[in-house]
């Protein structure tokens, strides 16, 4: 842990007023993956995009048992800011483990889940505010740098996992 805290001290000395007054804005919106559950229901609402919000619906349910269920109480990795309590948090103490970053696997899984789905247009701004949120969580002292490689890593098979389920039932039901 001892280059990953380094890692965050180092990214504490880049804080800005101004950056201190968005990050924790745009973390917010990874914030029980609600922006991407919004996501899901929109494209479910149109019938040209059905499919793919059921890829991303069925992805998300993934990536919640893995990450949330099951990877987070198995690992019980305690967060940053429990090791180096001198640090000032912008926003309030999560209350869940640390690996992986839930923020950073729901993502992830979002912007995956529409690459599989074939979402040409959706995935790459997705994919960019995935990372994009993914570095709030490093700025905000909340996760540690494999945290973020973690939920990446988490986010990225749910997504496929999500497109793999929706596919295989898709052809026994004839969607």
């Keep these: 842990m001892g280059i990953e805290i380094q890692i965050l001290d180092f990214l504490q000395k880049l804080r800005t007023p101004a950056g201190d007054m968005v990050i924790p804005l745009i973390t917010k919106l990874g914030d029980k993956g609600i922006i991407w559950i919004l996501l899901a229901a929109a494209l479910l609402l149109i019938p040209k995009t059905r499919k793919t919000g059921a890829i991303l619906t069925a992805a998300l349910c993934v990536d919640l048992v893995l990450c949330n269920g099951i990877l987070k109480n198995l690992f019980a990795r305690i967060r940053p ?33 529409l690459y599989f789905a074939g979402e040409k247009e959706l995935w790459k701004p997705v994919l960019a505010l995935a990372v994009i949120i993914a570095f709030t969580r490093l700025y905000l002292y909340v996760h540690y740098p ?5 939920g990446m890593a988490v986010g990225t098979t749910a997504g496929y996992l999500g497109f793999w389920i929706v596919t295989k039932s898709g052809e026994k039901l004839r969607i």
């Design 81 to 113: 800011f429990d090791v180096n309590t001198s640090v000032q948090l912008l926003i309030p103490k999560p209350g869940d483990f640390s690996f992986p970053s839930g923020h950073t696997a729901a993502s992830f899984t979002a912007a995956a889940a």
């Design 146 to 150: 494999t945290d973020i490689l973690g």
